[in-house]
């Protein structure tokens, strides 16, 4: 059915998927399965566009945008069930994220700074500027050097980590 309008021509299909959404969902089901290499191809593909082509990935992005503000409550069930097909990666990503050996150093370092065994950061200077300390670095994080910390403040901590801000 060729419609000159396109706008009347996306509402067609919008039509047409409406009522024959189970059918589609079904087929588009069926094919991902027998295909699975397929689908990883075309995701790569996808992914690594994102990746080397920033008017693309500007594209998806506000497309992106736009579906969660044109449908909140649908985007909302997605990644919703999204979140319940991956979870148990994504916990145990999470896991491992957690058990870094730099989380572990500081943890151990707030924990001595709570019981009193380490002053607090802010009331000692910089060891690299001078200036008030904020916070405490590691230049090491085996269990052994937990608590052997410096002082230091945000830009010079920054620094230390090669960060750009
Ligand atoms: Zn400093
Ligand atoms: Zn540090």
Redesign the pocket.
């Known amino acids: 059915m060729p419609h000159k309008d396109p706008a009347a021509a996306k509402e067609y299909f919008r039509q047409y998927h409406i009522k024959n959404r189970e059918r589609i969902l079904a087929a588009s089901k069926a094919y991902r399965e027998a295909n699975p290499e397929k689908v990883a191809a075309g995701k790569k593909k996808c992914y690594d566009r994102i990746k080397n082509d920033p008017e693309f990935k500007r594209k998806m992005s506000e497309r992106q945008k736009r579906l969660w503000r044109e449908n909140p409550e649908h985007m909302k069930a997605i990644a919703r069930r999204s979140y319940q097909k991956n979870r148990k990666k994504i916990l145990a990503k999470n896991k491992i994220r957690s058990n870094t050996p730099e989380r572990k150093a500081r943890e151990a370092l707030n924990r001595a700074v709570k019981n009193g065994n380490i002053p607090r950061a802010k009331t000692l200077e910089?060891s690299?500027?001078?200036?008030g300390?904020t916070q405490y670095h590691h230049p090491n994080y085996d269990k052994s050097e937990w608590l052997n910390v410096v002082p230091?403040?945000g830009?010079?901590?920054n620094d230390l980590h090669g960060n750009q801000n």
Request: net charge positive; aromatic share 10%.
């Open positions: 910089c690299i500027c001078g200036k300390a230091v403040c830009f010079c901590h």
